[in-house]
Every structure is written in C-alpha cells, then in structure tokens.
C-alpha cells in the first residue's frame, strides 16, 4: 500500500517532483510513477522489465535471494508435500486452500468439463503428424473462443469461473490429444473415474484396447509437477497474458497467447532444450567443454536449465524436482540413468565454477524436469505442452485478477524512439 515515503526526483536543477512510495507485504517498495509522464514529460526506459512492478498481485510471491516461491502465502515446498494439483489449482484461484467438501465439489466440477467438443478435434487433422506440438496446442487452445459463444461476457463471474474451468479441465484432453495425433494412435476419451493426473496420463499413455492402470508412483510425480508449474507472478507468458486480456480479449485467445510465448526456449522451452543440450553433451568427460562454452561470449551457446531473472539462488521448484527425478527413477530401476548422472555432474561443476557464482546461475525448474518427463514415458517435444498445461491455471489465475482490478486499463507501454527525425517525402522523379 501507498506509505508516507517519497521519491523526490530533481532534473537539471528544475524544481523537485515527489512520487509516493509503496509497500509491497513481501518484496520490494515502489515508486509509484504512474504520473511521471504528465508531471515532467519524462518516460522511463527498462527494456526487459528489469525494474518494473506491472502490476498489483496477491497471487505469487518469489524471493530470487532466498530461492523462495510463495502461493497465495504458501511456500511451494510445503504444497508440493501436502496438496495435490488441483487443491493447489483452487488455492490459486480462490486463495484459500479448499476444506474436504469444497475439494471434493471442485473435482466433480472439473471432470464436467473433461471432454472436449467433437467438431474441435477436426482441428488436428489439419496438422501434418510430425507438427510440433506446441503449434498444434496454440491453434486447438486459440480455436476453443469458437465454440463458447454461451459465456463471454467477463464482467459475469459466473463467466469467468466456467472458461476457468473448462480449460483447467480440457487442456490434459488437447495436450494428450496432440500427443496421439503426433503418434497415429486413437485419441482417448477422458475417464472420470480417474483423478485428474492419472485420467490424464490414461488419455497419453492407454489405448481403447487394453485397461489402464497408472502407476502411482508416476502420478503422484506427474501431479507434482503440475504444482511446480502452475504458477511464477509476472514472467514473460504470464504477462503476455495479461497483456492480451488488457485488450478485452476472451481468456482462450489469451491462453493461447500465453502458449505461444511459453514455446520460446530461453522460456518455456528451455527443458526440451535442456534435454537435448544434455544428450548433446552426452558425458560427463564433455561437461568442461559445454561450460566453456556457456562463458565464452562469442559463442551464444547457454547452458540450458540454468539462471534466471529473479532467482539468485536455487530455484525451489529445481530442488523438488531433483526430488521428484530420485523417486520416479527408483521407481522405474533408473537409478543409473545416464543422464540424470550426467545432469548432477553437471549441476556440481557448475555449481563450483567462479563464472556461474558470480552471475548467481543456479538451475531453474527446467534442469531437472526433461529427465523427469522422458523417464515418465514423455516424449521431448511435449514437455512444454505439459507446462503449458500447469500454467493455464496460473495464467488464467491472474487474467481473473487483472480484469477485475479497479485499476485495470489497457496495457499500452511507450518508446523511446531513436528512428529518423522528421523529414518529408521526396516525389519518386526527384529520388535519387
Ligand atoms: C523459465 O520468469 C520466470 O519466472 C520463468 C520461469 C517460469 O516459471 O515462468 O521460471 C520458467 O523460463 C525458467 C528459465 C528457463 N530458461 C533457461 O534455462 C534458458 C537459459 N537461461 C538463460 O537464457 C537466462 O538465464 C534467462 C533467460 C533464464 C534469464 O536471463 P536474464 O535474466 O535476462 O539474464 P541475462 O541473460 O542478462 O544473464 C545475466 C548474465 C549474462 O552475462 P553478462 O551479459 O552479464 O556477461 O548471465 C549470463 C548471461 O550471458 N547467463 C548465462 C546463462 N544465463 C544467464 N550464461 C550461461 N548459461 C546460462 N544459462
């Protein structure tokens, strides 16, 4: 909130101009400058967003010095160990936990909206098989705003919650349906006498010939790591979203927004880039080479899975799912998996190189994630699909509070113009 303190800004000995200061509950103060432009016809200039709050949120707080992440309050370690997805999913969205009868009405809920309309799986055969999946989630996800034509009116908060719950509930169907268009196989009707996890990882590994049994042990993993992505305040999809539902966009569009900018590989991307920069690397005789590499600034090569724009410290989710790796290769007899060993090796070097202390680059949620996901049985080009599908409730989570902020306007940034000064357009006969 707005405290008592002040920026006092002084330009080339002009008057001083005061802005007030505000308190975050965890965080960083701000010097609220909303009237900067109107006060002394200046902008500011932060390319990047280094130093900008772009909005108020009550939704996720992340301390990069301590390597901490917050939902609603609740340190993620303590929900990934107590909650499963979909509690975290109402926690987010209503920001409280759900008690026994507000959990067990919410599932019911969700499974409602499993299905996915027949026509829209027309869309998928308009793709080519080897299509990356990532391109067939931001046309299926985007082409949804067609077939709700019967709640788009977004000042109705009734609105609001069924689109929550129809993509919380359809993006597992769309994500496993692009993986069985990608493979030939027959797409799979959800089974809602399954949890949401496991009638997820039924629709992507099962088939209509043969009963599907999840393994326990596998869901449990794959739910955690639903946790682990659902949400992260203002990253660049997160703020992409944001961004789009500004306009007045339907939250489908806008989700499909979000997907695309999650796609990027220094973003969303970066666990299937980390895989394949592992594999590339492929032993841990070749780790010394790789960090060269990523310190050389001539060579663009980025050690994928490491950094971070506000972690300065260990990612907590990058720890958890280090855990989360353990016991899924336990599980499966990979305790030598080539290369989770190959991963830490990496991670301790890493760890140890004055180069990497001294930036603060530490593994983020991806490091760890790919090795997780193809142990599970998932294939590469769909790990962001699975991120995207976490992130739809933290995307759509913050879309509900940006559009019912009483501050919220349309996000329009400026510039700062260093094109050709104004000048007059000369008849083509006299250009030489
Ligand atoms: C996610 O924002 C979020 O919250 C994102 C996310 C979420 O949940 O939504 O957490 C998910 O996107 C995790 C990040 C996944 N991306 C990667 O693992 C790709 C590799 N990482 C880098 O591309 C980079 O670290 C970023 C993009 C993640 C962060 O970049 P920044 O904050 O813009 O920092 P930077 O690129 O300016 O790096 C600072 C310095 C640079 O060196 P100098 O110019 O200061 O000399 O550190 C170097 C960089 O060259 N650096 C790296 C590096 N990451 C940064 N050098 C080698 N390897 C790396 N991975």
Not at 55 to 81: M, N, V
Request: some cysteine.
């Amino acid at each position: 909130m707005t405290t008592e303190r002040k920026a006092i800004l002084t330009i080339d000995g002009q008057a001083p101009v005061d802005f007030p200061i505000m308190s975050p509950t965890h965080g960083n103060d701000c010097v609220d400058i909303r009237t900067l432009g109107g006060k002394t016809g200046l902008f500011t200039y932060d390319s990047g967003f280094l130093s900008t709050a772009s909005c108020k949120s009550k939704i996720t707080f992340i301390d990069g010095d301590k390597g901490e992440l917050l939902y609603r309050g609740y340190p993620i370690e303590q929900l990934a160990e107590n909650c499963n997805f979909l509690e975290v999913t109402y926690l987010l969205k209503n920001g409280e936990l759900p008690n026994a009868q507000q959990k067990t009405d919410f599932e019911s809920t969700i499974k409602k909206h499993t299905m996915v309309h027949e026509q829209l799986t027309k869309f998928y055969s308009g793709f080519r098989r080897d299509a990356h999946p990532m391109a067939v989630m931001t046309g299926v996800v985007g082409a949804l705003s067609a077939f709700y034509h019967d709640a788009m009116d977004f000042s109705d908060v009734e609105h609001r919650n069924v689109s929550f719950n129809r993509l919380v509930a359809k993006l597992p169907t769309i994500v496993a349906m692009a993986y069985k268009y990608n493979t030939g196989a027959p797409f799979m009707y959800p089974d809602n006498d399954l949890d949401y996890t496991a009638n997820f990882m039924r629709m992507m590994f099962g088939n209509p010939c043969e009963k599907y049994v999840p393994n326990p042990v596998l869901v449990n993993a794959l739910d955690t790591i639903f946790t682990l992505h659902a949400d992260h305040e203002q990253n660049a999809s997160t703020s992409t979203v944001r961004l789009a539902g500004s306009s007045g966009a339907n939250p489908f569009a806008c989700i499909a927004a979000g997907i695309a900018c999650l796609w990027g590989p220094a973003h969303g991307g970066a666990n299937e880039a980390c895989l394949q920069m592992l594999e590339e690397i492929g032993d841990v005789s070749k780790v010394g080479e790789y960090i060269n590499r990523a310190k050389d600034k001539n060579d663009s090569f980025k050690l994928m899975g490491f950094g971070h724009r506000v972690y300065k410290n260990f990612d907590p989710r990058a720890k958890l799912m280090r855990k989360v790796c353990g016991d899924v290769l336990a599980e499966l007899g990979l305790q030598n998996d080539r290369l989770f060993k190959l991963a830490m090796e990496l991670e301790k070097i890493a760890l140890e190189d004055p180069y990497f202390v001294e930036k603060k680059l530490y593994p983020n949620v991806d490091f760890y994630s790919g090795i997780v996901q193809k142990a599970i049985g998932i294939p590469t080009e769909m790990f962001t699909c699975i991120f995207a599908l976490a992130r739809t409730v933290g995307w759509m989570t913050q879309w509900e509070e940006m559009i019912t902020d009483p501050e919220y306007k349309i996000g329009r940034p400026r510039q700062l113009y260093m094109g050709a000064a104004k000048r007059d357009v000369v008849p083509l006969a006299q250009r030489g």
